[in-house]
């Protein structure tokens, strides 16, 4: 037997809080080591690496990017090899997203412009004049999260001290208006998973718990990652995502390189580093900003929905949803790009997002979906 | 138990002699070709001598470890529990500053201790919520000592890895949240007692991978018996100078001057760049240097290279340099990238022109406004990734070496995808969590429920109701407390697929063979079942996929599953029972599916002769009769006699493939699969 005093004696379980303070009090209790000396900077206050510093990955970039400027688009799943950068690429979108208007003291973060009615915070309390600049919320939904949390969840201290009844938002909450990330998808409980996605496409969270009875908006974009090699998943979940992309080790040596050199040149000056980057992230943030206002104007000739539908023929998708994810992902590449008209030029660079988990499936055609798109694509558009 | 002793060495055992590196005798006096490079590989002194510095080496990535255990990710030590690790694990704990955290985690930990959650015991006594913080927050600074480490959950591997990657710990759970500080390193202990290594999304996280599994006292020697490590330990300087490192001498001498001149003129430049902290010139080398380093090696991950760059900075810091030398490189290349090779690089860099490299000099298409580099002397640089690459390969354990040589380069990838199939797939009847739910629809699980109720306790206490039961003891349980399990609803079938490549069932039937077991894959996939490929030819039988459910990766094996050689026929069954016992003790249901056509003609010591390895090969399949392993066996032969005899006798279904269409072949697994 392995036997190992030292570590034993020293894990020793820290005395428990019975009779402390009544506040939840998680943080006070953690142990709080943060004056040893010569200790880096705090984790939680490392700022994120920064997006156009990504080398390559183009069609994630590109996937995150269009889901800033039209959330309508449902939803983004990156699946890939460990290590590149699919949480980097997540985490990095929300220093980019430009700030948004909210409802000064509402849980939701309401819309200003939105119906009080709707958000059960705005339908009580008088909306104050003036609304705050927030930004917009990239909600992280760590592993071993419970429902409770998730879903929001009577207000346990104020029934306790006060013996009211009261709602304390979730994540879903928090996630309004902004980004649900969840890392390891294919790792989440099913009821987890299944509720995720009940709440994602109705952009409400109707919460009925504990005496509890409420629905709030949850209007968020659902983005998940993992990767296939830690098991796949379930086909329903799959097309329940807008856009899904692929990413792959890059093999180039250049590529490599350049990868490990920023990561390198990051953790050892992060600050500097962001802020070598703070142009292009401006750049960029103006090109989504610039987008989103263009989207209602950017035309969609029937020529492109021809084009579009021609090719979901080709592939054979089930349903309309893959057209539409289609027309609306082109658009808002178009967008992007800051043309005005959609053409077979934007749906071409969009179509293996939007449409390679949508193809009926064959399991065994390693050639893989996205062959098999690209395959569709020279032939609709040759 | 009892027919896992008789089979054949599958591929875990090869692959433990592989990294243990000194398990002669291993696969090689196993009949199978002599490693061609074996006369010129050990060092002149002998195994011991490569244990020894293995033992060095091992002493040197505690330091560092200990130095920074979270820059650093953490240490896979791979080695049995014994005097050996004990010893190590003193070191490396003396190493540690005082009132460092040293936490040891239970490979099943639940997530309110490795997280933080609720505590149940003092949330009852007090009747409010009372949380405990979880032991990734307290590791805080310190590290995780990780016994059994390859038993990890692919939920807790999860965990574990995005904390690593954060250096923070998120909790979402019972009511409350928050986000810790978690910057900790973790020590894995695999003991190899498995096939199985630990999961790959952690080890690639980690900076070292350490082998003891060889290493003796004997070579520890009374000198170490209290290794003092520090920071400050010297530099191994193994094998002292008759080794590979040796060789290394006179190049690192050649390139000293030109390597300090290099230095110089960028911290001359550095006036500029250092202006915003940004990389000098001699560390944007480095990271091509060990980029090139690691691709040479066959190593796909982009984290080697990244985490060889901060095990060179951090040995350059532990010296008190701020640049790096071309020393730190080589160290950092030895103990960071050489254990993670998957391939050999070309053995004389000089003859195959690298045009790699040049490449890679260059600045990016998408130049980065962080390095500013001048043009740089390129025989230089590529000196050094020479220097670099055969550092690393020094490093390499002997066997390993041969063991590539013999099989040619390997895949990437290996063994990943194994905890994969572990985290989706809770086994038979086995809780995989609870949820709300009505308990006349499920098993009640009570430590949820009271979990769900404790902190309600004082205030339904306290509402009218409940004043009868107010001065009661007891616990007030509500209907929507109650949490019912949930548990997997059928029995998780493993198909095993036990595939005669050997040249008797000439290609072409191979091919059809391939054919027939891609629909039946198809047909798991549809089912959700798990599949494993056991291949036998040549000499021996060898687990080409452990079972699964990423239909991608069967179909990758598959396609590359090369053919030709003897009829090992018995070995096959072995391996393939083996596995399927396995199976079967973990809650599964295993199904053999055989392809063969029959007829055997080597035996279970891998030599030839078509009478022993015939009677062997019943014996085999009596012995599936035994352990009541339900087989179906497709006979891929033109002559019914063999197969149909082998399956006989294990009461195997017998379907021959000139019959076997599409629909027929599901049908007869789907029928034996139940």
Redesign the interface.
Same mark, same amino acid.
């Given at each position: 037997m392995f036997e190992d005093p030292h570590v034993i004696a020293s894990e020793a379980k820290q005395s428990r809080d019975v009779s402390g303070s009544p506040e939840r009090s998680w943080m006070a209790s953690a142990p709080l080591r943060n004056d040893r000396a010569k200790r880096p900077q705090s984790p939680l206050t490392v700022p994120a690496f920064p997006f156009t510093a990504i080398v390559g990955q183009d069609e994630m970039r590109q996937a995150l990017l269009i889901a800033a400027v039209d959330p309508s688009v449902g939803g983004v799943l990156v699946f890939g090899d460990r290590g590149t950068g699919k949480s980097t690429a997540i985490r990095a979108l929300a220093a980019l997203l430009p700030k948004m208007r909210a409802v000064p003291g509402c849980p939701y973060a309401c819309d200003p412009d939105s119906s009080p009615q709707a958000c059960p915070h705005c339908a009580v309390n008088q909306r104050p004049k003036k609304s705050v600049e927030t930004p917009v919320p990239v909600v992280d939904l760590p592993l071993g999260a419970t429902e409770d949390r998730v879903v929001g969840a009577l207000d346990l201290e104020r029934a306790l001290s006060l013996g009211e009844k009261a709602f304390e938002p979730g994540l879903l909450a928090r996630a309004n208006r902004g980004f649900l990330y969840i890392d390891e998808v294919n790792l989440l409980e099913d009821h987890l998973v299944d509720l995720l996605l009940d709440v994602a496409a109705s952009g409400i969270n109707t919460v009925e718990r504990e005496g509890l009875s409420l629905r709030h908006p949850a209007k968020f974009v659902l983005v998940g990652s993992g990767n296939p090699e830690e098991g796949e998943l379930r086909p329903q979940l799959l097309d329940r995502f807008g856009l899904a992309c692929e990413v792959t080790t890059p093999t180039e040596i250049k590529t490599r390189i350049e990868v490990v050199r920023r990561r390198d040149a990051f953790e050892r000056d992060p600050h500097g580093f962001c802020e070598a980057y703070a142009k292009a992230e401006k750049a960029t943030q103006k090109r989504i900003t610039k987008a989103r206002e263009r989207l209602g104007e950017v035309a969609v000739p029937d020529a492109a929905l021809e084009s579009a539908a021609r090719l979901c023929l080709a592939l054979g998708t089930d349903g309309l949803r893959g057209e539409l994810t289609l027309m609306r992902t082109a658009r808002a590449l178009a967008a992007l790009d800051g043309d005005m008209t959609v053409t077979d030029h934007h749906i071409k660079r969009v179509a293996p997002s939007a449409l390679r988990h949508r193809l009926r499936r064959n399991p065994l055609d390693e050639s893989g979906s996205t062959a098999r798109v690209e395959r569709a694509v020279e032939e609709v558009f040759s | 138990m009892g027919g896992g002793r008789a089979t054949p060495r599958p591929l875990g055992e090869e692959d433990r002699a592989r990294r243990g590196g000194m398990d002669s005798a291993g696969p090689l006096s196993q009949g199978a070709t002599p490693p061609p490079s074996a006369s010129r590989l050990p060092p002149p002194g002998g195994e011991g001598d490569v244990q020894r510095s293995v033992w060095t080496d091992a002493l040197r990535a505690a330091a560092l470890f200990a130095a920074d255990p979270h820059?650093s990710g953490g240490i896979v030590l791979r080695a049995g529990?014994g005097p050996v690790?004990?010893r190590w =694990?003193d070191g490396l704990?003396a190493a540690l500053p005082e009132?460092t +955290? =040293?936490?040891?985690m239970p490979a099943a930990i639940a997530?309110d201790r490795?997280?933080?959650g609720l505590?149940l015991?003092?949330t009852l006594?007090?009747g409010?919520? *009372?949380?405990?913080?979880g032991l990734l927050?307290?590791a805080?600074?310190g590290m995780i000592?990780v016994?059994m480490a390859e038993r990890l959950s692919?939920?807790t591997v999860?965990?574990l890895c995005?904390a690593l990657?954060?250096?923070? *710990?998120?909790?979402?759970?019972?009511?409350?949240?928050?986000?810790?500080?978690?910057?900790f390193g973790l020590v894995l202990?695999d003991e190899g007692a498995e096939d199985e290594p630990v999961a790959?999304?952690l080890s690639?996280r980690l900076a070292f991978r350490v082998d003891l599994s060889a290493v003796g006292l004997r070579e520890i020697g009374n000198a170490t018996l209290r290794p003092r490590l520090s920071s400050q330990l010297p530099r191994p300087q193994v094998p002292a100078s008759e080794g590979l490192e040796g060789r290394l001498q006179p190049a690192a001498r050649r390139l000293r001057p030109s390597f300090e001149a290099a230095e110089a003129a960028s911290q001359d430049q550095g006036l500029i760049g250092s202006q915003?902290?940004?990389?000098n010139k001699p560390?944007?080398d480095a990271?091509?240097t =060990?980029?090139?380093t690691?691709?040479d090696l066959g190593i796909?991950?982009?984290?080697a +290279?990244?985490l060889a760059?901060?095990i060179a900075?951090l040995v350059a810091r532990l010296d008190g340099r701020a640049g790096l030398t071309e020393a730190d490189l080589v160290e950092a290349a030895r103990l960071v990238l050489a254990p993670r090779a998957t391939r050999l690089p070309a053995s004389d860099p000089s003859e195959a022109p690298e045009p790699?490299?040049e490449?890679?000099a260059? +600045?990016?298409p998408?130049d980065? +406004?962080?390095?500013g580099e001048a043009p740089e002397s390129e025989a230089q640089s590529k000196n050094l990734d020479e220097i670099v690459l055969e550092a690393a390969r020094a490093a390499i354990p002997p066997n390993l070496l041969a063991q590539l040589l013999a099989g040619g380069p390997r895949l990437r990838?290996g063994k990943?995808?194994r905890?994969?199939?572990a985290?989706?797939a809770p086994r038979t009847g086995r809780p995989?969590?609870s949820?709300?739910g009505d308990p006349r629809r499920g098993r009640l699980d009570l430590i949820a429920t009271l979990r769900a109720a404790a902190?309600?306790q004082? =205030?339904r206490r306290?509402q009218v109701p409940y004043a009868v039961i107010s001065g009661s003891p007891g616990i007030v349980v509500l209907p929507?407390d109650i949490r019912i399990k949930?548990l997997r609803q059928r029995t998780e079938t493993t198909t095993i697929f036990c595939v005669d490549a050997s040249g008797s069932a000439a290609l072409e039937r191979l091919a059809e063979t391939k054919g027939a077991i891609?629909l039946l894959?198809?047909e798991s996939?549809?089912r959700r079942d798990r599949v494993a490929l056991v291949a036998f030819r040549g000499a021996g039988a060898e687990v080409m996929l452990p079972p699964t459910?990423?239909?991608?990766?069967a179909?990758?094996v598959l396609?590359g599953l090369p053919g030709g050689g003897g009829t090992p026929l018995a070995a096959g069954i072995d391996a393939a029972a083996t596995l399927a016992l396995g199976i079967r003790r973990g809650g599964g249901s295993p199904v053999i599916v055989l392809l063969t056509d029959g007829r055997a003609n080597v035996s279970r010591s891998g030599e030839g002769g078509r009478v022993r390895a015939g009677e062997e090969a019943l014996a085999a399949g009596r012995m599936l009769r035994a352990f009541g392993l339900p087989a179906l066996l497709i006979d891929t032969g033109a002559r019914p006699e063999g197969a149909r005899r082998l399956a006989d006798v294990a009461e195997a279904r017998y379907v021959p493939l000139p019959h076997a269409d599409a629909g027929a072949m599901s049908a007869a697994v789907r029928a034996a699969t139940g």
């Open positions: - | 820059s529990s690790r004990e =694990l704990r009132g +955290p =040293l936490r040891r997530d490795l997280l933080g505590d015991a003092a006594r007090a409010r919520p *009372v949380t405990q913080s927050a307290e805080d600074g000592v016994p692919a939920g999860a965990r995005a990657d954060t250096g923070a *710990v998120s909790v979402e759970r019972d009511g409350m949240h928050g986000r810790h500080p978690a910057r202990l790959e999304a690639d915003r902290g940004s990389a560390d944007g990271i091509s =060990l980029c090139a690691a691709a796909v991950s982009l984290r +290279p990244l760059a901060r900075r790699r490299f490449e890679g260059g +600045p990016a998408n980065s +406004p962080m390095d990838g990943a995808g905890m994969g199939a985290a989706s995989i969590g949820r709300a902190p309600w004082r =205030l306290r929507d949930t891609e894959l198809a996939y549809v459910r990423s239909l991608a990766r179909k990758r396609a």
